[in-house]
């Protein structure tokens, strides 16, 4: 009886957290019916396939099935730190990686502010529908439009230069202008759809508020930064840590088509590297550790962002 | 997927202990090829589709018809042909006979062909009256370890030459060249003395591209004696950076560069601007393959009706000799056959009868040529194209990558039908170029370095040579690149290669 | 003060047009190049590397390109694969972010952070291979849409939207009786105009996209979506070749006019999708709609 009493409270102590959580699942049972078929995608398409990188872990050649190869543990990371080109590769990457976050990333922002103070509705469309076009325009072609612009041999822009008066600059055998070239292309490229998702954000805004800051006489850019833009910062900030977490994702075949025997120096990064080893030369298991030392890096960033953003109040990613 | 994985792997094992046991046995049994037994025989076929647009039926019904055989073919986009090829081999996934995309993917599959992913044809080639009639040599350039496992598709040991405008040689008084000094003189020429005669110094001699090995680079490099990728220095093999006429050559291009007689952007320039130069009018020299002067004579011919192309070779180093021309090894690819799918020696015979039936002249013709009548007409005992481009194209064109041999194996195939003088000229110096070849001694030897980081390491010297070529990088420089590479696995490159040819000399 | 103040604001509309104007045409100018290249000939497109104003028109690239009906068929393909893939990722992506964007929800946070993580660990290109062939998707149509049917990305932006509605709506639905599939349906998506919207525009663009899944998974030709062709002559149009070989001269490229076309062909029907979306992206919709 003793004994009973004893242990009684003890049970009910530990039950109820439990019954807690029993109660808010049963109570959300729908909402987690709902997450189930999206939770069975990414364990069966992301999760599943994941165990793919337990080949930079091993000697691994694809004739001999995922797990045919000799396990060689770090072997395939000693030799990514002791590759000779490493360093550079990853400072590269690092580089372009920041220049598209501190140049690139605003520049969709900007634009979409700038869109949402047109008060002429054709005007506006047309802009929006003509800046999203270069988004559908592969790499190949802005590649190959960038070099008919930039060549010194008959190049519109060194036609210009010559014109002026001006030394013709050989931008495409230089390592200095891979950089400038690279962000621009970027932007041609990416700037005008990434307003998108921006101007989704604006139309959430109250137009009262506008009609009430202008009775106050606060001025454009006063409406713009007092109203608009809190209105859409946590927008801008959860695309930020989901920016940060793609540094993996510069743009290998963007990358690559600028690539070439001058700038290689400056141009070559971890994802063109991961493509000429992997499949080029067949070096699956060095190719999945360099992969698998950039996911790290990655993950460090985004959790450092998330980490962050939580600190100065906004809400994260998780 | 663990235990998906395993059981994966274990169907594979069991699968190949099955193969080796049943190979064990029916060694003996007879062949029967298809298109004897009456019903026809299912064969499905990866091949690379290098066209815009995959062929239709209208040729492979006759194909079926002819051999007996049902075909499926798996066309793969060329730009993505390795990534397919690679994740069918790792799911065992792939179709009974694969086309490799190239020479350089066959020399990564090495390692899968030793470990026992593909059949061993050697032993059968005998048993078809067509397949035996593959060049030995050429087999032997494609054999691992010293056995056969492919068939090879047939390309010209060398296409290259110079292309250049005649119309501009005859108005400067020039004479085509014979010499490199020659060449050098018809590239000033071209440059300096207005050869498009509109009063403005607005051309250029030389037209050249990102790529040193069928851009210009190679072949000016044979003019100058340089050997083809490797080459021998006191009996030992030594690669071609390492030979002082490698350096003759990129002093010799740096000094196109210097003087302003290549276009200057040269090293990345993609293929389709360099030949726009040539077609527009504003540079007079294309080197590389010579068989190109075909198509580059209609566009230049659409933007300027007099201008006129020409081709030459067999042009003489400083030293007034002749030293040949760079080759490729005779095969362009080959076509394997995977244990995975194909399950016995009896299936093996079955699937390599269809390809001893491609070899027949009348179906060859189908490949190159189409159908007569619909595709082409007969001109004199050549096959005369109809002027349907568009037609060819797309029913034709794509499928001359599943053909196996070639000209030189097929005995009886129709010639191809030419009316452009420069070229038939052409197509009479890679003829020429046969009897001046320079080879390289490494095609049949095998290097495991080389496979692995062979490509990586390629581009060291790749870039220190355009770098040294627009003076970005002086020789001293050039040596560091050179070490680099050695240190990096090129003296292991240069061992293993040197092992391999001592083996095959004293064989 | 007043006049200031106009004055100020006259200035910046001036500047604005001005800049979103030179915007536009920067933007606009290549694209207007790719079409006029497409309806020239071959012969201007090698004398002007960037023509804008063909002075001799032709059709022959696009009769080229219509001569068979491999285009208009893999066009039809990519339109089916497009709709039933932005439907089927809309209903998935919707569900699975209405649910996470419930704080109230007990393991949100791990679901989340597992969801991140798969952008940052990738899944290799062989085990995703095995799965596909395991689920007998090879040569389906399905391998195009299943393999890729949630984005992190697009699920991360949904759910964020879903969260900035205002809290009390869904206390006050439920009061009314309202399911938590109803509450989802009648209320949250209609409320979301703009962003789903958006984030169908971005899946749709994805799978107008696809051609690297169709390579891979897709044996037979006559299946291949728009893309898959046209990256094939884009391709070999531009004499690039990934992997450097060049024993390919026997057969001359297609003409760069016939890439022109190819690239107008697959990238038109695909800007028509946005205009239509415009209309949802009006201001004020949300609250329009909660005070109507």
Known sequence: MDATMAVKPTTAVKTKPKRNVRNRILKNRYIYLMILPGLIYFVLFKYIPMVGLAISFEDFQPYRGMFGGPWVGFEYFHQLFTDPAFWMILKNTLILFGLNLLIFFPIPIVLALMLNEIKVQFFKRSVQTIIYIPYFMSWVIVVSITYVLLTTDDGIINGILVELGHQKINFLLSTSWFRPIYVLQNIWQGAGWGTIIYLAAITSIDPGLYEAAKMDGASRLRQIWHITLPAIRSVIVILLILKIGQVLDLGYEHVYLMLNSMNRSVAEIIDTYVYTAGLQEGQWSYSTAIGFFKSLIGLILVMGANWLAKKVGEEGVY | MNGKCKRFLMSSFTVAVGVGVLTACSSTSSSTPGGQSGKPINLTIMADLKSPGTPGDTVIKQIEQKTGYNLTIQWVPDGNYDEKFNAAMATQSLPQAVFVK?????????????????????????????????????????????????????????????????????????????????????????????????????????????????????????????????????????????????????????????????????????????????????????????????????????????????????????????????????????????????????????????????????????????????????????????????????????????????????????????????????????????????????????????????????????????????????????????????????????????????????? | MLRDRSVASLIFEIVNYTLLSIIALLTLLPFVHVIAASFTTNAELATKTFVLIP??????????????????????????????????????????????????????????????????????????????????????????????????????????????????????????????????????????????????????????????????????????????????????????????????????????????????????????????????????????????
């Open chain 3, 55 to 292: 002075t001799r028109y032709t059709l022959s690239a696009y009769k080229y390109i219509f001569s068979t009906d491999e285009v208009t068929r893999s066009l039809l393909v990519s339109i089916g694969i497009t709709a039933v893939g932005t439907f089927v990722s809309m209903l998935l992506s919707c569900l699975m972010a209405y649910g996470l964007s419930r704080k109230d929800l007990y393991g949100r946070g791990v679901i989340l952070f597992l969801v991140i993580f798969t952008m940052l660990f990738q899944a290799g290109m062989i085990p995703t291979f095995l799965v596909v062939k395991d689920l007998g998707m090879i040569d389906s149509y399905w391998s195009l849409i299943i393999p890729g049917a949630i984005s992190a990305f697009n699920l991360i932006i949904l759910k964020n939207f879903f969260q900035s509605l205002p809290e009390g709506l869904e206390e006050s639905a439920k009061i009314d009786g309202c399911s938590d599939f109803g509450i989802l349906f009648k209320i949250v998506i209609p409320l979301s105009l703009p962003a789903i919207a958006t984030i169908s525009l971005f899946y749709a663009v994805n799978y107008w996209n696809t051609y690297f899944n169709a390579i891979l998974y897709l044996n037979d030709a006559s299946k291949w979506p728009v893309q898959v062709i046209l990256r094939q002559i884009v391709v070999l149009a531009s004499g690039l070749d990934f992997n450097n070989s060049a024993l390919t001269d026997t057969v001359p490229p297609p003409d760069q006019t016939v890439k022109m076309a190819v690239i107008v062909v697959a990238t038109v029907p695909v800007l028509l999708v946005y205009p239509f979306l415009q209309k949802y992206f009006t201001k004020g919709a949300l609250l329009g709609s909660i005070k109507g």
């Open chain 2, 102 to 507: 190239n020479t350089d993917s066959y020399s990564k599959l090495r390692d899968p062909i030793a470990n026992g992913q593909f059949w061993e044809i050697g032993p059968y080639l005998k048993d078809f009256p067509n397949l035996s009639k593959l060049d030995p040599t050429v087999i032997q350039n494609t054999e691992v370890n010293g056995k056969i496992y492919g068939l090879y598709q047939e390309v010209a040991l060398s296409r290259q030459g110079i292309i250049y405008r005649q119309d501009w040689l005859n108005k400067l008084g020039l004479q085509p060249p014979k010499t490199i000094d020659d060449l050098y003189k018809m590239l000033d020429a071209f440059t300096n003395n207005d050869p498009d005669g509109d009063g403005k110094k607005d051309t250029v001699g030389l037209t050249d591209r990102n790529d040193l090995v069928y851009g210009s680079f190679q072949t000016v490099s044979s003019y100058f004696g340089t050997p083809d990728n490797w080459g021998l220095q006191n009996g030992k093999l030594v690669p071609m950076f390492m030979s002082p006429q490698y350096m003759d050559t990129m002093n010799f291009m740096k000094k196109l560069y210097t003087n302003g007689v290549i276009n200057q952007d040269f090293p990345v320039t993609s293929k389709v601007d360099q030949q726009n130069m040539l077609v527009n009018g504003k540079a007079g020299v294309y080197i590389g393959s010579i068989t190109d002067v075909k198509n580059l004579n209609t566009k230049l011919r659409q933007v300027n009706p007099n201008g006129q192309l020409w081709v030459a070779n067999r042009i003489a180093g400083p030293d007034g000799k002749d030293h040949g021309i760079w080759s490729v090894p005779g095969y362009g690819t080959v076509v394997l056959f995977p244990k995975s799918s194909i399950k016995d020696v009896n299936q093996l015979k079955q699937v390599l009868g269809f390809f001893d039936d491609l070899m027949k002249p009348d179906i060859y013709d189908l490949l190159a040529f189409g159908i007569e009548g619909t595709h082409y007409t007969l001109d004199n005992g050549t096959a005369k194209p109809v002027s349907d481009q568009a037609l060819l194209d797309r029913e034709v064109a794509p499928l001359g990558t599943i053909s196996v041999g070639g000209i030189s194996t097929i005995q009886g195939a129709l010639q191809p039908y030419r009316t452009d003088p420069a070229d038939i000229e052409a197509n009479k110096l890679v003829l020429d170029n046969n009897k001046d070849l320079i080879n390289d001694p490494t095609a049949p030897l095998d290097s495991k370095t080389n496979d692995q980081k062979g490509a990586q390491l390629k581009k060291i010297i790749t870039d220190a040579t355009y770098q040294y070529m627009i003076n970005k990088l002086d020789a001293n420089g050039f040596q560091a690149a050179v070490s680099q590479w050695q240190q990096q696995g090129g003296d292991q490159i240069i061992s293993e290669f040197n092992d391999e040819y001592q083996k095959l000399k004293t064989k």
